[in-house]
């Protein structure tokens, strides 16, 4: 055999691409055909890895002309129903609320999970190719056609809960520039998702919310519609089932760019907060502590006669979830693999609760009285930080640079440590030079202020200096850094963010 050790690396990849490639494929469209044929049986990993491969085939011309002929039965024969929710799904929505969450909203979600795959498979096909993107909606049409035609007692919710997925991954083509159907979506959303927010099956009362979220940057024609979806969205927050709960705050979020919905909003903001805050509790997801901040920014008037006792429950919270972190880091070089995704998970959601902490602070420099109050509220939450050293290089997640808590410290710090206790514990913490680097470099620069205008990020929506879309957020993928100088946590492609 002829050494080929010294060609050129693309002669071999033309090569695997011309003539090893597509036998792969072949031989996977064949394995495809018997799994929906339901004669072949395929593992979770089986199926990932599989729509791995065909997700690479889309871009490469060489490929695209294989897998191309074969994409619409691909797609409504074996994505989409990877997409829809498994009886184990609809289960664990029922008894394991949390669990559930935590595998469909983006939180702890496996790497082999082959859903996760197939909106992978979908957004690069978005991105990719653009135009038979666009005849797959007529597939969408049929199954919320279906499901709206057939008799109550016949209606298939997994299959109408799958499409909703499907569209809303689509979503940025969808009302992308030169949309030939941008105009339509909402009627679309009007029609077929507005009835879903009173359906009888919580999870597509959930992908309801999902669903406008996914659509955050549609431009309403009709105001009416948009305040519909506001009213419907605060009646979900107080569905009974968890996961409609926090779906409802996560898409109540976006809402706020419209000047009618924050203008609504004014008046109930103080109640929204307590049923966020009592969310946080219920379930720690650092995307909730992400809506507190930007709420607490926004409305930083409407909160002010209630910033004591706000900050006393923000205290609470993060109190919980560091105590929590405490007791089981003990337990973390015994069972590393029980605990490590636990104490991870939760570290971010302490670092949200704690940025939301700061960004109040801040709100509030212009009442010294109320400063002077929340002092002492807060002072057990610099007193736990500092003494369980959770800065700098946290023990509890190594990895990552805790630029929250150093913030939040810092902001303590820029307000004169009145207290003399919070002084000491300064000094015993060693954060002397973080005290004169603060008092030497303004406080943009220090703790990560926002560099926009005040609530202008937080108005447009803006998370982060990259804007995730939606379908990137669906695909559990992040263009942002890892930590922020906003202080809002993110995981690049491939982990769990």
């Not at 560091?322 to 991870?344: H, I, P, Q, T, W």
């Not at 150093?406 to 710090?413: E, H, L, M, Q, W």
Request: aromatic fraction near 8%; glycine fraction near 4%.
């Amino acid at each position: 055999m002829a050494d080929r050790s010294s060609e050129p690396p693309s002669r071999f990849v033309k090569e695997f691409s011309a003539q090893v490639a597509p036998e792969i494929l072949k031989h996977y469209l064949q394995e495809i055909e018997k799994w929906v044929a339901k004669t072949a049986w395929l593992s979770r990993p089986c199926l990932s890895y599989t729509i791995v491969f065909l997700d690479e085939c889309i871009r490469p011309k060489d490929m695209w002309v294989h897998l191309k002929p074969h994409l619409t039965n691909l797609v409504t024969h074996f994505i989409f129903p990877v997409l829809c929710l498994t009886e184990d799904d609809v289960e664990k929505f029922e008894d394991e609320p949390e669990e559930y969450l935590h595998r469909k909203l983006n939180f702890f979600e496996e790497v082999s999970a082959p859903d996760v795959s197939a909106t992978n498979f979908l957004v690069t096909l978005t991105k990719a190719r653009r135009k038979q993107t666009f005849e797959l909606l007529t597939f969408i049409n049929e199954v919320v056609n279906q499901y709206e035609q057939a008799p109550e007692g016949s209606k298939n919710h997994i299959a109408k809960e799958g499409a909703l997925r499907m569209i809303g991954t689509l979503a940025p083509v969808i009302l992308g520039k030169k949309s030939p159907i941008a105009s339509q979506v909402e009627y679309f959303i009007v029609r077929y998702v507005f009835p879903d927010f009173t359906s009888e099956q919580g999870f597509l009362r959930a992908r309801a919310c999902d669903t406008v979220e996914k659509f955050e940057q549609l431009d309403f024609k009709d105001q009416n519609n948009l305040l519909s979806i506001y009213r419907h969205i605060l009646d979900r927050m107080a569905d009974p089932a968890l996961p409609v709960r926090v779906t409802a705050a996560l898409a109540l979020q976006p809402l706020i760019r419209h000047d009618v919905i924050r203008t609504s909003m004014q008046t109930s903001i103080p109640t929204i907060m307590q049923q966020l805050l009592k969310l946080a509790n219920e379930a720690d997801i650092d995307a909730l502590a992400n809506v507190m901040e930007d709420f607490v920014e926004v409305f930083a008037a409407e909160l002010t006669p209630f910033a004591v006792a706000l900050s006393e429950q923000l205290r609470d919270t993060y109190l919980r979830i560091v105590r929590e972190l405490l007791e089981n880091s003990e337990k973390r070089d015994d069972m590393d693999a029980e605990y490590g995704d636990f104490l991870d998970d939760k570290s971010i959601t302490a670092l949200g609760v704690l940025q939301t902490i700061g960004t109040l602070i801040l709100t509030l420099e212009s009442t010294p009285d109320i400063l002077l109050h929340i002092e002492s509220v807060l002072m057990p939450v610099v007193q736990i930080t500092l003494e369980n050293k959770l800065y700098g290089k946290s023990p509890l997640s190594p990895s990552r640079s805790t630029i929250v808590a150093n913030a939040c410290i810092s902001r303590f710090v820029q307000r004169g440590f009145r207290n003399h206790r919070q002084l000491h514990l300064c000094r015993e913490a060693d954060l002397t030079h973080h005290v004169d680097c603060v008092r030497a470099r303004s406080l943009d620069l220090q703790v990560g202020r926002r560099v926009v205008s005040r609530g202008h990020a937080a108005r447009f929506g803006q998370l982060c200096p990259v804007r995730c879309s939606a379908a990137d957020r669906e695909a559990r993928v992040c263009r942002g850094p890892v930590l922020d100088g906003f202080g809002h946590v993110h995981r690049r492609q491939g982990r769990r963010r």
